[in-house]
């Protein structure tokens, strides 16, 4: 099948959109509805043509009723310049609508009232999927900021402390200026659902980063991260200290010696061997 194609069949639509939309007919706010779907449909599929154009895979496209998520079964070991792109390539697409919006407008083809509100829409939307909170391209971006610079878990970890202090902040800022505010408060509910979830399922996300990174496609990476450990520490200490995009040499020092061992043997003693915590200069010396 052409992977464009798919693209299209891949799209799902969450149950709750068609509640809501039915909502949305009893309440004449139909037209609403329409410009917000096509709106994160759009969005999406920014996300979703990028991915496509690195051979991402791509699992799915969930519209919801406030909103919409790109699934990839990709797991941290792309290269940066592509998960940046990647997750860009969303929050770019509003710039797209609104060079559409003006042109239609001008052309007579979209009423006052249409391009008002489509503007409208348009900015809430990019300017809430910009916060950097978690699973939004805001949170995204915070997340590969941290990868830059510490372990993936870590990241990860600091990612969702972060997205939770932020959220915090949204809500009480509802509270105080749009208490009454129903569709806001229907998305950072949302919000506080995919956090949870999302810290609930932190160790199979690192477990995927892991295996994905022995298992899965050999990538080149451009640096090489010295990991300087102690041969009384676990094996899975050890791995927890691992980053993306790069490729590890641990050095393991005992007493007065310093032995190396590549990345792939400590994978290999994980994923093979089932030694989990087994203190890592047993990988080395046998005394």
């Known amino acids: 099948m052409n992977k464009w194609l798919s693209i299209f069949i891949n799209i799902h639509i969450h149950p709750l959109f068609w509640v809501v939309a039915l909502i949305a007919i009893m309440t004449a706010q139909f037209q609403t509805l329409l410009l917000l779907f096509w709106i994160v449909l759009w969005h999406e599929l920014g996300h979703v043509v990028a991915a496509h154009m690195f051979s991402w895979r791509v699992k799915r496209i969930l519209l919801l009723p406030f909103g919409g998520v790109a699934e990839m079964d990709e797991h941290g070991n792309r290269p940066f310049h592509e998960e940046l ?3 860009l390539a969303g929050p770019f697409q509003h710039i797209f609508i609104f060079f559409i ?8 083809m979209l009423s ?12 809430s939307i990019l300017l809430i999927n910009l916060l950097p909170i978690w699973p939004l391209d805001g949170g995204k971006l ?4 941290r990868t830059a610079r510490t372990s993936f878990r870590r990241a990860h970890e600091q990612t969702l402390y972060a997205s939770v202090f932020f959220l915090v902040i949204c809500f009480v800022a509802l509270l105080i200026n749009a208490p009454l505010h129903m569709n806001l408060w229907i998305i950072a509910c949302f919000l506080a659902h995919a956090i ?3 810290w609930k399922q932190r160790p199979y996300v690192w477990m995927r980063f892991l295996l994905e990174r022995y298992y899965g496609k050999r990538v080149e990476y451009r640096a090489l991260k010295r990991l300087v450990v102690d041969a009384n520490d676990s094996l899975f200490h050890v791995l927890l200290l ?12 005992k007493n007065q010696m310093e032995m190396e061992l590549d990345e792939n043997e400590l994978l290999y003693a994980y994923f093979h061997e089932k030694r989990t915590n087994e203190p890592i200069g047993h990988l080395l010396y046998t005394y």
């Not at 006052?112 to 900015?123: D, G, H, K, T």
Request: hydrophobic share 50%; proline share 0%.
């Open 242 to 253: 691992f980053h993306r995009g790069k490729k590890h040499a641990i050095i393991v020092k």
């Open 101 to 108: 919006a003006y042109i239609a407008h001008e052309a007579n």
């Open 85 to 87: 792109i990647v997750t």
């Open 196 to 198: 949870w979830m999302e």
């Open 112 to 123: 006052n009232e249409w391009y008002y509100q489509l503007i409208e829409y348009n900015v």
């Open 142 to 145: 915070f997340f590969l900021y």
